[in-house]
């Protein structure tokens, strides 16, 4: 017979269960965070109608999705969570209370190049609210992201904020307005290309000298956050789009700051800009401050109609997203994700002998019925080997069950960290592993 060579295709993705573990205990942060702050679950199809989720048409999507044809329905993948969620805002508007706040946790899938860090197949964990345009609203997001990443314990992090108002608005000053998304995508990688190449693509697409030279300046203020929003008053320019958008960048910092984000973890970065068409208002980057070379682990922004190719209605909206995947494997290569156990269960019952299953599955039942975590061991081996099972899934104790411990009544414990042993009575057991509820 044949054997089939086992393996996955190339940029999709799976874990060996220790680091299982540990990206559920990742998902499970943000999940909780989520909820907590008021956002409901949402569950999308992953097959959604082709004519429908590229109802926007052209650019590199269509390019870059699992599209095909099954009987009479033409069907694509879902490439990601935010065009899922106009469609399903679109459809069920009258039965939605707004501001509709949602959270959806899922896989999406891309048929681009698949290389280290970008796969076909990742998880993207969203919020969004639709139906508001406060500025307490985008101030929410930047608290939410802050609890996350300081539950991670990933170390020091900056969420860097800005306004494409402001932006856009001192594009208009420099008369680069109907260049301005072009120019948008350009700045989007400052960070990514050299200067040469920074002023090339501008040159490319029509500037001068001096408005490149006046943009690199603009995008490179810095300082505290006061002394950013001082130096955009400064400049002095006369655009209402400009103006606004340096109000509501300020109102934000404040709503910030009365939320007790800390100061030190938040920054407005001129050269945030989010290239995507869509951000009309606040825009956010966060970054490890120890591994920026890592990039953008959360982004997101504001924009003014969510739902434009599905609705008249104008569902204006702000959200963010972690791509758990990428951050998760980007964390692994930095040595920052430690996932060395293979289990979830804190307890092992070991039955020495055939003799002993039936009150060894007694005491993992009754250990179960506590909410203790508990595998029941089923293979005939020594003593020893039973250990190294135990030592191996990384479990907290081992309760040792022979024939001695069945006549008395007790299980002996094993505390797998200090290598203390103890007996303790049958009916006094779940008491005796209390640390472990």
């Known amino acids: 017979m044949n054997i089939t060579t086992p393996r996955i295709p190339s940029g999709f993705n799976e874990y060996l269960p220790a680091e299982q573990i540990e990206f559920n205990r990742l998902l499970d942060i943000v999940r909780s965070v989520y909820e907590k702050y008021g956002f409901a679950p949402l569950d999308t199809p992953i097959l959604e109608l082709s004519e429908v989720l590229l109802a926007k048409g052209g650019g ?9 044809e099954r009987g009479r329905n033409d069907l694509t993948m879902r490439y990601d969570l935010t065009v899922p969620l106009a469609r399903y805002v679109a459809q069920h508007e009258g039965a939605l209370t707004i501001p509709f706040r949602r959270y959806q946790i899922g896989k999406v899938y891309r048929a681009e190049r698949a290389q280290a860090g970008r796969f076909r197949e990742f998880y993207q964990c969203d919020i969004d609210v639709i139906g508001s345009r406060s500025t307490l609203i985008d101030a929410e997001l930047p608290v939410i992201i802050n609890e996350i990443f300081e539950r991670f314990g990933f170390g020091e992090f900056t969420i860097r904020l800005n306004n494409r108002m402001i932006l856009n608005g001192f594009f208009e000053a420099l008369g680069l307005s109907e260049q301005s998304k072009d120019v948008l995508r350009v700045v989007d990688k400052i960070e990514k ?3 040469d190449s920074f002023v090339d693509e501008l040159t490319q697409l029509g500037l001068t000298q001096e408005q490149i030279a006046t943009l690199q300046t603009f995008v490179s203020l810095s300082g505290t956050n006061d002394e950013v929003l001082a ?3 400064s400049l002095g320019i006369d655009s209402p789009d400009f103006r606004l958008g340096v109000e509501k960048l300020s109102e934000l910092v404040a709503s910030l700051r009365a939320m007790k984000v800390p ?3 938040f920054l407005i970065d001129l050269k945030i800009a989010r290239g995507l068409d869509y951000y009309t208002g606040t825009v956010y980057e966060t970054i490890l401050d120890e591994h920026p070379s890592i990039g953008s682990v959360c982004s997101g922004g504001r924009y003014d109609d969510l739902a434009s190719h599905y609705s008249k209605t104008q569902l204006p909206g702000v959200g963010v997203s972690i791509g758990l995947t990428r951050l ?3 964390l692994k290569e930095a040595g920052l994700v430690t996932a060395d156990t293979q289990s979830l269960s804190r307890v092992v019952v070991l039955p020495m002998t055939p003799a002993e299953y039936s009150l060894a599955g007694e005491v993992a039942t009754d250990l179960r019925c506590a909410g203790v975590a508990t595998i029941l061991y089923s293979e005939p081996n020594d003593l020893s080997k039973k250990m190294k099972y135990v030592d191996k899934m990384g479990c907290t104790y081992a309760v040792v069950i022979g024939a001695d411990e069945a006549r008395n009544g007790v ?3 094993k505390d797998m960290r200090s290598g203390e042993q103890r007996q303790a009575p049958l009916d006094d057991l779940v008491a005796s592993l209390a640390d472990l509820k």
């Open 193 to 195: 290309i050299s200067v």
């Open 328 to 330: 998760f494997y980007q």
């Open 411 to 413: 299980v002996s414990i």
């Open 263 to 265: 100061e030190s973890r």
């Open 231 to 233: 130096s955009l008053e």
């Open 60 to 68: 590199e999507t269509e390019q870059q999705v699992y599209r095909f």
